[in-house]
T-cell receptor, first 114, second 111 residues
Framework: NAGVMQNPRHLVRRRGQEARLRCSPM?????VYWYRQLPEEGLKFMVY????????ESGMPKERFSAEFPKEGPSILRIQQVVRGDSAAYFC????????????FGSGTRLTVV | GENVEQHPSTLSVQEGDSAVIKCTYS??????FPWYKQELGKRPQLIID?????GEKKDQRIAVTLNKTAKHFSLHITETQPEDSAVYFC??????????FGTGTRLTIIP
């Protein structure tokens, strides 16, 4: 089992560009969670998705950020018109079912906005 | 929503001594409390967890205790080793599967 796969590992974008972060859950997992980690800080919940459904997006900024988890393919976190403050590590995690403990994180995407 | 506080923010202990990290949570409905270890530039990794119907859990040198009445839980590492140096995060989960994390403790083991 390859685990939770995120790509790219590092992403550099200029202010105003779009950033697309991809997350492929573990095989058989249908629940995906995205978290953001600012430098020297903890992990902040962003969004929880199941296949084709957003379950909880209470941690997502209202503007410029969107997430999807289509029936086929990886989950995508999209950030439009990036600003310097978006520079962070973005981690996703997956689980097979609701109520399963201890989900596993991917290696993260480190976004740098220049 | 849930709020998790974690103390201390930094901790240095002599190799071989014990380390204790404490967290408090606000939502009495929280039912699951994992601890993650994160080394520099790497992903957070689950090291131990506890459910709300258990008071203590141990795995070799690592143990977690939970006091539901006081709404706090602690991580205990005994016989610390240099490879234990990392940032440790506690978290709490309420019913909708979202984890709320503490702000982290940077643990340094002094050889």
């Amino acid at each position: 089992n390859a685990g939770v796969m995120q790509n790219p590992r590092h992403l550099v974008r200029r202010r105003g560009q779009e950033a697309r972060l991809r997350c492929s859950p573990m095989k058989g997992h249908s629940h995906v969670y995205w978290y953001r980690q600012l430098p020297e800080e903890g992990l902040k919940f962003m969004v929880y998705l199941q296949k084709e459904n957003i379950i909880d997006e209470s941690g997502m900024p209202k503007e410029r950020f969107s997430a999807e988890f289509p029936k086929e393919g990886p989950s995508i976190l999209r950030i439009q018109q990036v600003v310097r403050g978006d520079s962070a590590a973005y981690f996703c995690a997956s689980s097979p079912l609701q109520g399963v403990d201890g989900y596993t994180f991917g290696s993260g995407t480190r976004l740098t906005v220049v | 929503g849930e709020n998790v506080e974690q103390h201390p923010s930094t901790l240095s202990v002599q190799e071989g001594d014990s380390a204790v990290i404490k967290c408090t949570y606000s939502d009495s409905a929280s039912n699951y409390f994992p601890w993650y270890k994160q080394e520099l530039g790497k992903r957070p990794q689950l090291i131990i967890d506890i459910r709300s119907n258990v008071g203590e859990k141990k795995d070799q040198r690592i143990a977690v205790t939970l006091n539901k009445t006081a709404k706090h839980f602690s991580l205990h590492i005994t016989e610390t080793q240099p490879e234990d140096s990392a940032v440790y995060f506690c978290a709490a989960r309420t019913g909708n599967e979202k984890l709320t994390f503490g702000t982290g403790t940077r643990l340094t083991i002094i050889p």
